[in-house]
């Protein structure tokens, strides 16, 4: 009976202690990862086999026995514990685990040495040896996600990684380009640098066959990116086309660029022009393309709404002129779309320098002898049919 009793408060004494356990361990396991929990249970049980090893160390070594032994012989992995404690602080504090993640390391060093010079056998001794450093890894990795969580980014960038050197090599792509579209791309490149070597050649008066080996290598790459890429029908491809070669055909022009100095003073404002007479009219002065457009009142000041509304309204007038092959004149977008000709004159000089706007006027040039005006019209092409309805020429 005695026995039976003893049984019955030990199985109600078991069942509230698991149940308390069981309680404490989901309220310090809500709104924890689970990596972070198997990261904590894994650690503990290398910080066990370590502490294994300095109970062997403390009593073959130095001799501890009885409840010295069991006081003394574990103290460095409590220091390990304190220390991977104060540095998670410090990390959530100052965002850097400071001396103590470094004490970390070096007090799981002096651990593993120590319990390892007590091993039976080389196994042995690399087990001890790896044990504390396995700890110390789970509590660095979890240290590294928290810090990402924290902060948002990494603690370092390596510069050596898999996918830099295969991109290097030319085995990946760096951007999310497909590949086709990477294809497409190099073989428009292809075409613009074939381009520009021909003419490069012709303006330096080179001989007849150097100018017929580079005009069939231009020849060559515009075949290939008709047949490959569909040059003739994507105008995407097209104006990419037309970017790249009047960014090649326009390199000397950067030594000609003056660039803002960032770290110049702001210059100062010009004093305010006097006031008119009550009823005197003022506007900018004409240029020579503007000789059509008279406005009658002085330009309004507006605010930035007002101004970002007449930047898209000029805009658009743009973008649909050039669809139709004609560079507008600044007095054209001023009169369209109530824009200032000052304003009109800064955006019509800003805009003309675009590929598709640069490219008109080139070929303006190039073919009519025609100098940006701005007052030129719009360049159709004809097909001019014979008798027998075979074409016999383009104008």
């Given at each position: 009976m005695?026995?039976l009793?003893l049984?019955?408060l030990?199985?109600?004494?078991?069942?509230?202690?698991?149940?308390?356990?069981?309680?404490l361990y989901r309220r310090?396991?809500?709104g924890?990862?689970?990596?972070?929990?198997?990261?904590?249970?894994?650690?503990s049980i290398?910080t066990g086999?370590?502490?294994q090893?300095?109970?062997?160390?403390?009593?073959?070594v130095l001799?501890?026995d009885?409840?010295?032994?069991?006081?003394?012989?574990?103290?460095i992995e409590?220091?390990?514990?304190?220390?991977?404690?104060?540095?998670?602080r410090n990390m959530?504090e100052?965002?850097s685990?400071g001396?103590?993640g470094i004490?970390?390391w070096a007090?799981?060093?002096?651990?593993?040495v120590?319990?390892?010079?007590?091993?039976?056998?080389?196994?042995?001794?690399?087990?001890?040896?790896?044990?504390?450093?396995?700890?110390?890894w789970l509590w660095?990795r979890g240290?590294?996600?928290?810090r990402?969580?924290?902060t948002?980014r990494s603690?370092?960038?390596w510069?050596?990684?898999p996918?830099?050197m295969?991109?290097r090599?030319?085995?990946?792509?760096a951007s999310?380009?497909t590949a086709?579209?990477v294809?497409a791309?190099?073989?428009?490149t292809?075409?613009?640098?074939?381009?520009?070597r021909a003419?490069a050649l012709r303006?330096?008066g080179?001989?007849?066959?150097?100018m017929r080996v580079?005009?069939?290598q231009?020849?060559?790459a515009?075949d290939?990116?008709?047949?490959?890429?569909g040059?003739?029908v994507?105008?995407?491809?097209?104006?990419a086309?037309?970017s790249?070669i009047g960014?090649?055909y326009?390199?000397a022009?950067?030594?000609?660029?003056?660039p803002p100095?960032p770290?110049?003073p702001?210059?100062?404002?010009p004093p305010?022009?006097?006031?008119?007479?009550?009823g005197?009219?003022?506007?900018p002065?004409?240029?020579?393309d503007?000789e059509e457009?008279?406005p009658?009142?002085?330009?309004?000041?507006?605010?930035?709404?007002q101004?970002?509304a007449?930047?898209r309204a000029?805009?658009q007038y743009?973008?649909?002129q050039i669809d139709r092959r004609y560079?507008?004149?600044a007095a054209d977008?001023?009169?369209e779309?109530?824009?200032?000709?000052a304003?009109a004159?800064?955006?019509?000089?800003l805009w003309?320098?675009?590929?598709?706007?640069?490219?008109?006027l080139e070929?303006?040039f190039k073919?009519?002898g025609i100098?940006?005006?701005?007052?030129f019209?719009?360049?159709e092409?004809e097909?001019?049919l014979t008798?027998?309805g075979s074409?016999?020429?383009?104008?």
């Amino acid at each position: 009976m005695f026995a039976l009793v003893l049984l019955v408060l030990a199985f109600f004494t078991i069942r509230v202690v698991c149940r308390g356990l069981s309680r404490l361990y989901r309220r310090w396991a809500a709104g924890r990862p689970t990596e972070d929990i198997l990261t904590i249970v894994a650690a503990s049980i290398a910080t066990g086999v370590s502490a294994q090893g300095m109970w062997r160390f403390s009593g073959d070594v130095l001799g501890f026995d009885g409840p010295l032994r069991f006081l003394l012989f574990a103290f460095i992995e409590v220091a390990v514990i304190t220390s991977a404690v104060r540095a998670r602080r410090n990390m959530r504090e100052n965002y850097s685990a400071g001396i103590d993640g470094i004490a970390v390391w070096a007090l799981t060093c002096l651990s593993a040495v120590l319990s390892s010079m007590d091993a039976r056998s080389v196994a042995e001794a690399i087990f001890r040896l790896a044990a504390p450093l396995v700890a110390a890894w789970l509590w660095e990795r979890g240290m590294a996600i928290e810090r990402h969580r924290i902060t948002g980014r990494s603690r370092i960038n390596w510069r050596l990684t898999p996918e830099r050197m295969l991109v290097r090599v030319g085995l990946a792509e760096a951007s999310d380009r497909t590949a086709s579209e990477v294809d497409a791309h190099r073989r428009l490149t292809r075409v613009a640098l074939a381009a520009k070597r021909a003419r490069a050649l012709r303006e330096s008066g080179a001989s007849d066959r150097k100018m017929r080996v580079a005009l069939a290598q231009l020849d060559r790459a515009m075949d290939r990116a008709v047949e490959y890429t569909g040059l003739a029908v994507d105008e995407k491809r097209q104006e990419a086309l037309l970017s790249q070669i009047g960014a090649l055909y326009n390199t000397a022009a950067l030594i000609d660029l003056s660039p803002p100095v960032p770290w110049a003073p702001e210059p100062e404002e010009p004093p305010a022009p006097p006031a008119l007479p009550p009823g005197t009219r003022s506007w900018p002065p004409l240029d020579e393309d503007d000789e059509e457009y008279a406005p009658t009142d002085a330009p309004p000041v507006v605010d930035t709404a007002q101004r970002a509304a007449q930047l898209r309204a000029a805009r658009q007038y743009w973008d649909a002129q050039i669809d139709r092959r004609y560079v507008p004149r600044a007095a054209d977008i001023a009169q369209e779309t109530g824009v200032p000709i000052a304003a009109a004159r800064e955006y019509r000089a800003l805009w003309k320098l675009e590929p598709r706007a640069h490219a008109l006027l080139e070929t303006a040039f190039k073919e009519h002898g025609i100098i940006d005006t701005g007052t030129f019209p719009a360049i159709e092409v004809e097909r001019v049919l014979t008798v027998n309805g075979s074409v016999s020429a383009e104008s």
